[in-house]
């Protein structure tokens, strides 16, 4: 009777447990989910999501303030209600071909507003299934106003430049100087709409791949959640998983809030003296774990200095740049060096590795927006921000960071900074 006491008591003890740890478990995946459900509601970009029937289901904060209505009177409505008549054919034959084969891509569409003042969008769809099994459309549309505004304005423009045209035939030489400054007001606008299209592909790219890594760890996210649920894996091992893509999850987050200060130059820094080579040191030791076996790391470091440097800013470089070369090296070694050129105030610190280098057409744009390194034909997962946010923290230290291709059949990272910083 003791023994049989004995063993319910053991199992109230290790339900209470299991019990705990799949709340705890549950408070971080609603957490996660809030985040990304955040990201949807506060994007620029109008969002909805809209059943086969043509219902809209779901819609974030920005689509109903375009139209004009709350979200509550939005969830429900047909989305032929809020299309322009002149769009509706359009916007008929653009969800037929969603319905078909689960995308559009780009489709131009009139909206109207509740007041009845109608905007051109673009607009896409692709295809998730929901918890029943029912497709349902993952709709972004851009509000294409301002372009649409700037298309007009250059059309009429343009029709000016012609009339002007048939009067300078008739004009003396001052006309003609009218003329030159008027073809030069033509190619600065057709500079300023190039550089417009261009901000507007990289604009695309960027949603593109940040909404691609922000759901890629909540997938495996809920994966390990599902197994731990239904007993298939330990509970311990679930947790690890769990917080090993939370926190890929949180690095992904704070390379794009990086890049949003870099690119509005509000990104600050707060400068100290750093002793540069514990900070080298503490980053060396925390990425050994991460290395492959047989790959080793070495230092050689010239004689410990301060620096003047944010130093939060500084590891996060080093930290990127050496953790890079751990990632891709799969055998040989990685070297990390420090030089100090007294004779111009200045540190320098290599970063070599074995792996395999730097594809020659990459290079050049290495440390631009979503370039990511490959190793032949594997390409591991990021946004391809990390080499680009570490540039301006370096460029902002007054500083250059290099890369190129070295003897050993890898890659070196240099890194030069000022002794001291200067405003």
């Given at each position: 009777m003791d023994t049989k006491s004995d063993e319910l008591s053991s199992t109230d003890s290790s339900t209470e447990s299991m019990a705990k740890s799949l709340?705890?478990?549950?408070?971080?995946?609603?957490s996660t989910k809030e985040r990304y459900k955040n990201l949807y509601d506060n994007a620029p970009d109008l969002c909805r999501a809209v059943n086969t029937e043509g219902i809209v289901i779901d819609c974030n904060k920005s689509y109903a303030e375009h139209l004009g209505y709350s979200r509550e009177e939005i969830i429900g409505r047909s989305i032929f209600e809020t299309i322009a008549e002149e769009s509706l054919d359009a916007m008929r034959e653009s969800f037929e071909i969603w319905k078909q084969t689960g995308h559009v891509f780009n489709r131009e569409?009139?909206?109207?507003?509740?007041?009845g003042a109608t905007f051109p969008t673009l607009l896409s769809a692709t295809s998730l299934v929901d918890e029943n099994g029912n497709m349902i459309s993952n709709t972004i549309i851009r509000d294409m106003s301002e372009i649409h505004t700037i298309r007009k304005e250059k059309d009429e423009?343009?029709?000016?430049?012609?009339?002007?045209?048939?009067?300078?035939?008739?004009?003396?030489?001052?006309?003609?100087t009218i003329t030159k400054e008027t073809a030069n007001l033509a190619i600065e606008l057709?500079?300023?709409?190039?550089?417009?299209?261009?901000?507007?592909?990289?604009?695309?790219?960027?949603?593109?791949?940040?909404?691609?890594?922000?759901?890629?760890?909540i997938q495996p996210?809920?994966?390990?959640?599902?197994?731990?649920?239904?007993?298939?894996?330990?509970?311990?091992?679930?947790?690890?998983?769990?917080?090993?893509?939370?926190?890929?999850?949180?690095?992904?987050?704070?390379d794009i809030l990086d890049v949003s200060r870099i690119e509005s130059d509000e990104l600050t820094y707060t400068f100290e003296k750093v002793r540069i080579n514990t900070v080298i040191t503490d980053i060396v030791n925390s990425e050994k774990t991460n290395l492959i076996n047989g790959v080793v790391i070495e230092t050689k470091l010239d004689k410990d200095?301060?620096?003047?440097?944010?130093?939060?800013?500084?590891?996060?470089?080093?930290?990127?740049?050496?953790?890079?070369?751990?990632?891709?090296?799969?055998?040989?070694?990685?070297?990390?060096?420090?030089?100090i050129h007294e004779e111009t105030n200045r540190l320098e610190i290599k970063v070599s590795d074995t792996a395999g280098g730097i594809p020659m057409d990459v290079l050049p744009h290495l440390f631009g927006k979503f370039v990511t390194r490959s190793i032949g034909s594997e390409v591991l997962h990021g946004t391809?921000?990390?080499?680009?946010?570490?540039?301006?923290?370096?460029?902002?230290?007054?500083?250059?960071?290099?890369?190129d291709n070295n003897n050993e059949g890898g890659a070196t990272f240099t890194i030069i900074l000022p002794v001291k910083h200067k405003n």
């Open positions: 709340k705890k478990y549950t408070e971080i995946l609603v569409i009139w909206f109207k507003r509740k007041d423009q343009s029709k000016k430049q012609r009339d002007l045209t048939k009067q300078l035939k008739k004009a003396n030489e001052e006309l003609k057709e500079n300023a709409n190039q550089e417009l299209k261009r901000k507007d592909k990289l604009k695309d790219e960027f949603i593109s791949i940040a909404s691609h890594e922000l759901r890629s760890p996210i809920l994966g390990f959640a599902t197994l731990a649920k239904s007993g298939k894996l330990d509970q311990q091992q679930a947790w690890e998983g769990v917080i090993r893509h939370a926190r890929r999850l949180q690095r992904i987050a704070n200095i301060d620096i003047e440097a944010d130093k939060y800013r500084i590891t996060q470089v080093l930290t990127n740049v050496i953790g890079n070369a751990v990632k891709f090296t799969k055998e040989g070694r990685i070297k990390v060096e420090s030089h391809g921000l990390g080499l680009f946010i570490s540039k301006a923290i370096v460029t902002a230290h007054k500083g250059r960071i290099e890369a």
